[in-house]
């Protein structure tokens, strides 16, 4: 196992050199005066909005866990499943592989509230899920809005492009269908897996498709603020980079989500706005985050020596 733990890390480091070398080369080649001037030029209103749309998109992510503890029978108030997800996700976002470092912070409170760790990791798989849903229908749907940037970028064929972005589209809708008919646990290969029932997966589509579309509006407005940009043409972007960020495993996709958008969006004000975007939807949550673990675990420790 920690031979395998070593290669994950070696990969990883390897992916983000790579990718904080073309990002360096970015930089390089624009000119960091330009990149600042670009960055001091962004309009407060377009800084306000994209904020607006990354404070949603937390909300949204909240609605995961509020399913979640559904999906495990140990239903909680929603104000309980936001405080959890908002800091595990706002420091795991930032610390890499997030399915293991949001769920021990996922643990830390949902312990408290009556989940064994049995319940923590049903409920991190059903959030995982969802994220691929909500990925795979933003890439889907990307992919017909743009499917020339899917045949610069990874080099598939138009048509395969398109079939490929159907699949996309389709699955979560055969996972609806499944999770009408099948009941119970099956098991794929070493993994036992559970289908929520049907209206949770109609939730699982809906919240995370509106997750990740809250998330492009965030960067659109920061892109557009700078160069008017069609949303439509962000969200595919923006999808393709998260794709490529979240295989590699890179802490907060660093350096890939940024390398993969301006392969498809160059220029020193599409380095700006993710300069800006890395700051509001990552850097900014993971301060309050970590001051509100702080803050709770301060609460919770005077409520025990009480």
Not at 61 to 77: E, H, N, S, T
Not at 115 to 127: E, K, N, P
Not at 194 to 209: H, S
Not at 254 to 283: D, H, M, N, Q, W
Request: with cysteine; hydrophobic share 55%; aromatic share 12%.
């Amino acid at each position: 196992m920690s031979y395998r733990k070593s290669l994950l890390s070696l990969f990883v480091l390897i992916i983000a050199c790579i990718a904080l070398y073309f990002l360096y080369r970015a930089i390089d080649r624009y000119g960091i005066d330009r990149v600042v001037e670009a960055l001091a030029s962004l309009p407060t209103a377009s800084l306000a909005a994209a904020m607006g749309f990354a404070v949603a998109s937390y909300l949204c992510l909240a609605g995961f866990d509020y399913l979640g503890v559904r999906y495990v029978d140990k239903p909680l108030p929603y104000r309980k499943t936001a405080l959890a997800s908002f800091v595990a996700l706002s420091i795991g976002h930032n610390v890499g592989v997030s399915g293991l470092s949001s769920g021990a912070i996922r643990y830390h409170y949902y312990s408290r509230w009556g989940l064994s760790v049995a319940d923590v990791a049903r409920m991190i798989v059903f959030s995982g899920v969802t994220v691929a849903i909500g990925l795979s229908e933003i890439i889907g749907l990307g992919i017909l809005f743009y499917p020339s940037d899917t045949e610069s970028l990874i080099g598939l064929p138009r048509s395969t492009a398109v079939l490929l972005a159907c699949v996309c589209v389709a699955w979560p809708w055969a996972y609806v269908v499944a999770s009408v008919f099948v009941r119970g646990k099956i098991r794929i290969w070493r993994w036992h897996l559970f289908f929520p029932r049907p209206v949770l997966a109609l939730w699982q589509i809906a919240l995370g498709t509106v997750n990740f579309a809250l998330v492009a509006a965030c960067l659109h407005q920061l892109v557009n603020g700078l160069a008017e940009t069609p949303y439509t043409k962000v969200l595919a972007v923006f999808a393709l980079g998260q794709s490529a960020g979240l295989l590699s495993h890179v802490p907060g996709g660093l350096g890939v989500l940024e390398a993969t958008v301006l392969y498809l969006l160059p220029g020193a004000t599409s380095l700006a706005a993710l300069i800006a975007f890395r700051v509001v939807y990552f850097f900014v949550p993971l301060l309050a985050g970590i001051v509100l673990f702080l803050v709770t675990g301060a609460y919770q420790g005077v409520k025990l020596h009480r």
